[in-house]
């Protein structure tokens, strides 16, 4: 009777120790994925008014990134009741010659967002006109439409958010690659 289990005995530790051995290479910790962010160091929002009036251009520049001197925001002095066709421009100036991050924000659209936001009054509407290859906002363009006078900050927001893009994307999803509140006043 000992003879005829034994075949079985070893088999049965044999197969235990296989799977032990398999079920710990499942336990090895998988590498984290790393998102390299841009560092953007300047801002340029432009708007030009349907019809006649001023175009105006508001620049955030932090040339030494995050912490040392803090940054220099211009202001927006809008027009009431006014259409902006608007385009941000986005740059790494820390880098010689400095790098244009625009053209790889556009060509990322998939895993970008930039979302504005109307701060303290300030009475505008931003709708965003340039489109990812899957037919969702990019931000990089679009109107701006003044309502009467009023004085807040218009809050820009560019959202990383590679995986996470979708219909019901919004400011609360992904990294924040950067965000800026520009001073805003409309006035006749």
Do not use: W
Request: proline residues 7%; aromatic residues 4%.
């Amino acid at each position: 009777m000992k003879n005829l289990l034994k075949p079985y005995f070893s088999a049965l530790m044999l197969g235990s120790l296989l799977f032990a051995g398999t079920s710990c290479k499942d336990e090895e910790p998988k590498p984290e994925l790393v998102v390299e962010q841009e560092l953007i160091t300047t801002v340029t929002l432009s708007l030009v008014p349907d019809g006649k009036g001023q175009n105006v251009t508001a620049i955030y520049s932090d040339p030494d990134g995050d912490g040392g001197t803090p940054p220099e925001i211009g202001a927006l002095d809008l027009a009431p009741n006014t259409t902006y066709s608007f385009t941000v421009t986005l740059s790494d100036d820390s880098k010689t010659p400095p790098v244009d991050i625009t053209a790889e924000v556009l060509a990322e659209g998939e895993a970008h967002e930039l979302f504005y936001s109307a701060l303290g009054g300030l009475d505008v509407t931003v709708e965003k006109t340039d489109m990812d290859k899957n037919n969702r906002p990019i931000g990089l363009a679009g109107t701006l439409t003044t309502g009467g006078e009023s004085a807040g900050k218009l809050q820009v927001t560019l959202k990383h958010q590679e995986g996470l893009k979708g219909s019901t994307s919004d400011v609360t999803k992904g990294e924040t690659d950067v965000e800026i509140q520009f001073p805003a006043v409309i006035q006749p």
